[in-house]
T-cell receptor
C-alpha cells in the first residue's frame, strides 16, 4: 500500500549547523511532494514543495531534494536556528491531484 | 490576509456528549479538508470537500463522525457520542482550486474525559 515514512523520528543539531531530514515514499505515481513544519500547539506551516519534474528546489535557508530512483525526499535546513525546532512532515500526492499522504514526522531539536 | 481559522481552540467534553468543531477556510478556497492528529502522530485524513461535489468521506473512522460545508465556505465537523479515543487535535485545511498545497488552521484540541 501507499506509505510515507521517515528514517529518523528525532534529530538533534547544534545551532548554526545544517540539518537534513529524510523521507522515503513508496508510491512511484506520486508527482508532488511537500514539507510542512509544525511548532508545538500550532497547525502545520508550509515550508517548500517540489514536483517530480525537478530534482532540487531551494527556498530561504531550505532546500528540498528529490531522488525518484530510490523514492527519497530530503529537507535541508542551512544554519539551523532555535526557531527551527519543530516537527517536520513530508507528504506525497500518490499521483492524484488533491490527495496528500502525510508521514509521521521528525522532531528537530536545536541546541544553542 | 486572513488564514484558516478554527473554533474552539480547545474543547473538553465528557464521554458520550456530542461536539461540533468549526472551520472557516481562506476566502475563495474551493477545497476544504479535515484531519485528525493524535499525540505525537502524523495527520490522519478524515474528509474532503471540493466545491459542490459530493464530499470524500473515506477517512471518517466511524458513523459517529460527520461533516458539513455550508455555502461552499464554513465547515462543521460533528462527533456524536464522543469516546476517549476521539481525543486529538482536529485540523482543518483549505486549498485554492487546482492547487495541492494545504493551508492549515491552528487546530482544535479535543479532550474527552
Amino acid at each position: 500500500g501507499e506509505s510515507v515514512g521517515l528514517h529518523l523520528p528525532t534529530l538533534s543539531v547544534q545551532e548554526g549547523d545544517n540539518s537534513i531530514i529524510n523521507c522515503a515514499y513508496s508510491n512511484s505515481a506520486s508527482d508532488y511532494f511537500i514539507w510542512y513544519k509544525q511548532e508545538s500547539g500550532k497547525g502545520p506551516q508550509f515550508i517548500i514543495d517540489i514536483r517530480s519534474n525537478m530534482d532540487k528546489r531551494q527556498g530561504q535557508r531550505v532546500t528540498v531534494l528529490l531522488n525518484k530512483t530510490v523514492k527519497h525526499l530530503s529537507l535541508q535546513i542551512a544554519a539551523t536556528q532555535p526557531g527551527d525546532s519543530a516537527v517536520y512532515f513530508c507528504a506525497e500526492n500518490g499521483g492524484s491531484q488533491g490527495n496528500l499522504i502525510f508521514g509521521k514526522g521528525t522532531k528537530l531539536s536545536v541546541k544553542p | 490576509g486572513a488564514g484558516v481559522s478554527q473554533s474552539p481552540s480547545n474543547k473538553v467534553t465528557e464521554k458520550g456528549k456530542d461536539v461540533e468543531l468549526r472551520c472557516d477556510p481562506i476566502s475563495g478556497h474551493t477545497a476544504l479538508y479535515w484531519y485528525r492528529q493524535s499525540l505525537g502522530q502524523g495527520l490522519e485524513f478524515l474528509i474532503y470537500f471540493q466545491g459542490n461535489s459530493a464530499p470524500d468521506k473515506s477517512g471518517l473512522p466511524s458513523d459517529r463522525f460527520s461533516a458539513e460545508r455550508t455555502g461552499g465556505s464554513v465547515s462543521t465537523l460533528t462527533i456524536q457520542r464522543t469516546q476517549q479515543e476521539d481525543s486529538a487535535v482536529y485540523l482543518c485545511a483549505s486549498t485554492p482550486r487546482g492547487r495541492d498545497r494545504r493551508y492549515f488552521g491552528p487546530g482544535t484540541r479535543l479532550t474527552v474525559l
